[in-house]
């Protein structure tokens, strides 16, 4: 059996156990989250920094509540300067389990927001989030407040106070049908939403800094819709919905630079590629089209994609996360493939077993990936320069999203299946070393506990 | 695994409570190499390799390369994700208990698999052939060794590595040989550029690395065709009828050498024992030189310049430059190659090592008859599709040298068992692709005595035509003699007005009204041969029928066809300009305006490519307010240009192009097109007002052919200039990179030609199909279609001169894979994961 057939049958077994659960008492309004919770953790984002250069003071965690425990997933912002104290105050031992409950500072904020978040992105200014909420078929959209000297809040609409539970978002941070749409389309947002990207407009077209935000959001069934954002205090409008993609979409990612977006599906070795063109006179009346496809050619067989991901640094590097082998595959766009369609591959790096999430990093001027497996339970960092794995990090339960906090020389890392939120230190590679857990944010709930 | 696991706990605790689940039992996880040793049962100790030597085969008994009492065979295989060694047997009948060949078990106190830890991401090993008491293990990721002793993974108590932090910290190694007196391993560390090389001292004791700086100086590469005839490298092949006589890769003059950094980036390590004083061939992944290295002393010699970084190498033994005569001996072993594997596009060279005193040493050989001609031949596109790239080579030698006995043919009447194409004895490169196929080229065949019907004694009957040359493609099937390449079926004409129109074998067509006829060539011009007819007739179309070259592939010749990849959705009229945005670059697909069109070869007196839109009128234009007269008329006007009917067909508007051009620096819209005229009676102002939001559009060639290949696709010598217009690259031009055919003249391309006669008065959109068959097949072993659907990653070739078999690791799905050469044919044997 391979990774991602367990991984299936993991999921299934655990929607069926949760399914019966529910079946006991269909009608009761259910449990909100109790304050500072994690629940199965699914995607990650930090916050804008004050200042360019400086670290983020944020670590924003979306709660997916996959197991339906509560009746709400949420958001929550982890404040990185306590986890700082924390940290340093374990010493560098690996086991700084810090559990919420005896840190109650860890959690700056946090709000309901529905259940099966699949995503996470900050607008540019730093000030919104956007999350696709699968259980609302929508686009969330959740305004981040930081008060200065005041502690910082989310803000989402008129949030509903839960006894003994935290806030809850009302309705209007869902973007959903034809009230939320800007122009005559009359379009309607269906299907279920599955991740989410965005940039600012005056990146892709003749606008000005100020003229806000262009919001994609990809659907399971292969359609991607386009919103704006104008940032003036309302929230974002649909104003496309482009068809056609690939099924099984996991994940979109803009190509830097340019108003294109690349998408992953988990069914096909082709990367669809969705660009977005914007009527600078009339922005309502932008919409999306068809780039045309890249496939991952010439590898056995390269039709499960999971992500890709643009190194900064180098915008004619990307790389590419492939169950089909599990791998990591570099691309080097600066080439031309032999065959037009084709993505120009350029080098396969192995990845442990159910490759899930990749991010490319740079330390003292070298390019290394590092990329979760979740059935492997395990991080692999590659030397994308010398063109090798050089380590692996294991001791996760079910490691899934990641983002890099450059400033701290940091990862954080979801592990879903443990609803918690690992800290891995990067330092260490600088001198040749491995990375090291650092410290453990949360604790444990395991699928068993949804029997308590 | 581990959700499923607790999830499992959960229903099992709600059925009766019992959360206890048994631990899933270890098994390779990222394998990367491969060592042998030979284990003396008897003696539960390591005895010299050499001890693992199969036994004489008894009466019908299969080969399975068994080991005499009381040996067996055992590989050591690195497992990169858990940063182990895992010992496997490989030899064993299974007959008694114990004796099964499988993946041992280290601690058997230890429920499950226990492998030996030995530190972050292993690499390398390196082990004594000799004396195989400690292996020495190159851990990449900490940059330490590890040693082990062998004799504790087949005691079942655990094994216990010990670590030496001799190397210098970040230095990542990447490879690591035992040195030839066995008293030093040299690794190489690619992030320093150097070589480091650690003394043995006794014991499994390590000393101090001592290290050795790689050179960067780029010598000139060796120029072949500078050379006299004389003085050429041998040009060995055997063909069977004679008289067969395939074209010989042409000499060419070494690429300009390119490289990928400033400092040396040592890779891979290759030891050669075979010459009187051994030599290390160092692959250097960022300078284009080979780097060769006296082991006793660590001094550089003179560096092979082989024109491009390097990443995997492999080197035959000494074989002779004449054939194996039938019943031997063997001829004067003089030549010997080294292949490597291009870092840049992952294709195969091959070097003349044969010599240093001869002045082809150090050359990149030719070894394909079409471009380019010095990378071995790569005759099929991986399993999946795409580029064929390389990711490991190694050269196998079963029975070679052969015997001072005579070799006899075998049984020619049993299919699996008569010298054939898939029956390698001799010496042969195998190539590990990166889709998961092994493919097979020929050094020196040790069967030409026995191969071809008519020509080698007690040959198949079947097997008529044969074609065996150094550095070539294997072919692993039996051709008769009717059975070569050409067009098949004959070429046909799909029409509008007449349907499929065959055309005869003197080219002529049944309605030459619509369709032009095929018109004799005075010559195919080698490489291209004749392809149809077959026969005694002019040829009408020639191709590459080089049995080791030639491809099965489909020509499609369309009139007026798309240029593939031109068809979109994301054209923008500029304002105030008659040009047309882009969102790709034109010059890349191979578009050019008539603006641009040179003033001789073959594009002269071209029209020029133009635009054709294809898509319906937007919804402005079409959805207007029934009482705003302006926009009824322009309504009335665009569905007039477009022949639009009340069912909202339209007729593509076609608007030529004066010139194309790109520029990558500009964002989104990276192409353009200035337009001329629209075709008809429309004016492009007006066409401009019909299309005001983004067009959906393709281009197509004018008056004009487009010539298309299923295997390469659409091939053009257009590119962007300094001022990025598209125009034709002249040295592209001269690889006769050919996209368009015309009325009267005759096609060239370096895979086809053929000449298309008069435009016929009816022309619609006439389309040609030529059909490249009856290609022979190369002999090849697919690792991606053993087991059930779970896809291959090949990262590893090793052979294994003690039991003659090729080892591939596949990283993602099968492990070890052990490969049987011969006797009864090429096939996978077993597979250890």
């Known amino acids: 059996m391979n990774g991602t057939s367990r991984h299936g049958l993991g999921v299934l077994a655990l929607v069926v156990s949760a399914g019966l659960l529910v079946a006991c008492n269909l009608d009761q309004e259910g449990a909100p989250p109790p304050p500072r919770t994690l629940n199965y953790p699914i995607a990650l984002a930090l916050s804008q920094p004050a200042e360019a250069g400086e670290a983020p003071r944020h670590l924003f965690v979306a709660n997916s509540n996959f197991d339906l425990r509560y009746n709400t997933g949420s958001l929550m912002a982890i404040d990185l300067e306590v986890l700082d104290d924390l940290v340093a105050g374990c010493d560098g031992n690996a086991d700084c389990d810090l559990l919420l409950e005896d840190h109650p500072a860890l959690v700056a904020a946090e709000v309901g927001i529905g259940t099966h978040a699949d995503g996470l992105s900050l607008r540019s200014d730093g000030g919104r989030l956007y999350l696709p909420l699968r259980s609302e078929e929508s686009l969330a959209w959740i305004d981040f407040v930081d008060d200065a000297g005041d502690g910082v809040s989310f803000a989402c609409g008129q949030p509903q106070e839960v006894d003994e539970g935290i806030p809850r978002c009302d309705d209007e941070v869902y973007v959903a049908g034809v009230d939320d749409v800007e122009n005559e389309r009359e379009l309607v947002l269906e299907g279920d939403p599955v991740a989410v990207a965005n940039g600012r407009l005056s990146e892709i077209a003749d606008l000005p800094d100020d003229a806000g935000e262009f919001v994609l959001l990809a659907m399971r069934d292969g359609r991607v819709a386009l919103f704006l954002d104008e940032g003036d205090g309302e929230g974002p409008r649909l104003v496309h919905v482009a068809e056609g993609f690939a099924e099984n979409l996991v994940t979109v990612t803009m190509q830097p630079g340019t108003g294109v977006a690349w998408l992953t599906s988990s069914t096909t070795d082709r990367i669809d590629r969705v660009g977005i063109s914007v009527d600078a006179a009339n922005p309502s009346r932008s919409f999306l089209y068809d780039f045309g496809g890249l496939r991952v050619g010439g590898i056995d067989d390269g039709e499960d994609l999971r992500e890709v991901q643009f190194l900064a640094a180098d915008p004619n590097r990307a790389f590419v996360l492939s169950r089909r082998p599990e791998a990591v595959v570099s691309l080097d766009l600066a080439r031309r493939s032999r065959t037009f369609g084709e993505a120009p591959v350029e080098e396969l790096y192995e990845v442990g077993a159910g490759p899930s999430r990749l991010v490319p990093l740079q330390i003292d001027g070298r390019t290394y990936v590092l990329a979760s497996c979740f059935d492997a339970q395990k991080l692999y960092l590659i030397d994308a320069d010398t063109g090798a794995l050089i380590a692996v990090v294991g001791g996760f339960s079910g490691p899934f999203e990641l983002v890099h906090d450059e400033a701290r020389d940091r990862v954080y890392l979801a592990d879903f299946s443990t609803s918690q939120i690992r800290v891995i230190d990067l330092s260490p590679v600088r001198d040749d070393g491995t990375p090291q857990l650092v410290a453990t944010i949360g604790e444990v709930i395991a699928a068993g506990s949804i029997l308590d | ?833």
């Open chain 2, 1 to 833: 695994m581990r959700r499923l696991c607790l999830a499992t706990t959960a229903l099992l605790a709600l059925a009766c409570n019992n959360p206890t689940s048994p631990a899933p039992p270890p098994a390779f996880d990222r394998p990367e190499s491969v060592v042998f040793f030979c284990w003396d049962l008897s003696e539960a100790a390591p005895v010299p390799l050499d001890q693992c030597a199969p036994r004489p085969l008894e009466g019908d008994e299969e080969d399975r390369a068994e080991p005499p009492a009381p040996y067996a065979l055992h590989a050591l295989v690195t497992q990169t994700s858990t940063g182990e060694v895992a010992a496997v047997r490989i030899s064993g009948d299974g007959e008694e208990e114990g004796s099964d060949p499988g993946v041992i078990d280290s601690d058997v106190r230890v429920p499950g698999f226990t492998f030996a830890a030995v530190g972050e991401v292993p690499s390398a090993m390196a082990i004594s052939r000799a004396e195989p008491d400690r292996v020495y293990v190159l851990s990449r990721g900490a940059s330490s060794i590890y040693a082990v002793k062998v004799g504790d993974f087949r005691d079942g108590k655990g094994v216990t590595a010990e670590a030496f932090d001799v190397l210098p910290a970040g230095a990542r190694p990447s490879s690591m040989v035992l040195s030839p007196a066995g008293d030093a391993l040299i690794a190489a560390l690619p992030r320093r550029g150097e070589l480091a090389r650690i003394p043995l001292l006794g014991d499994g004791e390590l000393g101090a690395a001592e290290l050795t700086a790689l050179q960067t100086d780029v010598p000139e590469p060796v120029d072949l065709t500078l050379l006299p005839e004389g003085e050429q490298p041998s040009s060995y092949r055997y063909t069977c009828p004679d008289d067969l006589d395939p074209f010989r890769p042409p000499l060419v003059p070494p690429r300009e050498p390119v490289a990928r950094g400033d400092a040396p980036e040592p890779w891979s390590l290759l030891l050669d024992e075979t010459p009187e004083e051994p030599r290390l061939y160092v692959a250097d992944r960022a300078l284009p030189i080979v780097h060769v290295i006296d082991p006793t002393t660590m001094a550089e010699l003179a560096p092979l310049s082989v024109s491009v970084p390097t990443r995997a190498l492999a080197v035959t033994p000494y074989v002779p430059s004449e054939r194996y005569p039938p019943g031997g001996p063997l001829p004067e072993a003089t030549e010997r190659y080294l292949y490597a594997i291009d870092e840049i596009d992952r294709s195969v060279l091959v070097v003349d090592v044969s010599d240093p005193m001869r002045s082809s040493y150090g050359a990149v050989l030719p070894a394909s008859v079409a471009a380019p001609e010095d990378r071995l031949a790569v005759r099929e596109q991986s399993a999946g599709g795409g580029e064929e790239a390389a990711e490991a080579i190694a050269v196998l030698s079963p029975d070679y040298p052969p015997g001072d006995e005579p070799r006899d043919c075998r049984d020619p009447d049993d299919p699996e068992d008569a010298a054939s194409g898939a029956n390698l004895y001799g010496v042969f490169l195998a190539v590990a692709a990166r889709g998961g196929s092994i493919r097979f080229y020929d050094v020196y065949d040790l069967d030409t005595g026995c191969r071809g019907d008519g020509c080698g004694a007690n040959a198949d009957g079947a097997d008529e035509l044969v074609a065996i040359g150094r550095h070539r493609p294997r072919l692993g099937t039996t051709l008769q003699l009717d059975e070569t390449v050409k067009i098949t079926p004959d070429p046909a004409w799909d029409s509008d007005g007449a349907g499929t129109v065959t055309v005869a074998e003197d080219g002529s067509v049944a309605e030459a009204r619509f369709v032009p006829p095929l018109e004799p060539l005075e010559s195919c011009e080698r490489p291209l041969e004749q392809a149809y007819p077959v026969g005694p007739a002019a040829p009408l179309v020639c191709a590459v029928t080089d049995p080791w070259a030639a491809a099965g592939e489909r020509f499609t010749v369309a009139y007026e066809g798309t240029i593939p990849f031109t068809a979109s959705t994301g054209g923008n009229f500029v304002e105030g300009s008659p040009a047309l945005d882009l969102r790709y670059s034109p010059c890349a697909l191979g578009v050019i305006g008539a603006m641009d069109v040179p003033a001789d070869g073959y594009l002269a007196g071209y029209a020029g490519d133009a635009i054709a839109i294809t898509g319906d009128l937007p919804p402005s234009i079409l959805d207007i307010d029934p009482d705003d007269a302006d926009a009824q008329r322009l309504l009335d006007r665009c569905e007039e240009i477009t022949g639009r009917t009340v069912g909202g067909e339209t007729t593509p508007v076609v608007v030529p192009i004066e010139r194309a051009s790109s520029d990558p620096d500009a964002g989104v819209y990276s192409g353009r097109l200035e337009l001329g005229d629209p075709m008809g009676d429309a004016t492009l102002d007006e066409v401009r007002e019909c299309f005001p939001e983004l067009l959906e559009f393709e281009i197509r060639a004018r008056e004009a052919f487009v010539v298309r290949s299923s295997r390469t696709g659409f091939t053009h010598a257009i590119a962007r200039d300094d001022d990025g217009v598209c125009v034709v690259d002249p040295t592209l031009a001269e690889r006769d990179l050919r996209g368009r055919a015309f009325f009267d003249s005759t096609y060239r391309s370096p895979a086809i030609a053929f000449r298309l006669g008069p435009r016929p008065e009816a022309l619609g959109r006439p389309r040609l199909e030529l059909t490249v068959g009856d290609i022979p097949f190369p002999l090849q072993i697919d690792v991606s279609s053993l087991g059930s659907g779970e896809t291959s990653r090949l990262v590893t070739l090793v052979y294994n001169d003690v039991d003659d078999r090729l080892y591939a690791i596949d990283q993602a799905a099968q492990g070890l894979v052990r490969i049987r050469p011969n006797q009864p044919t090429l096939t996978v044997q077993q597979v250890f994961r």
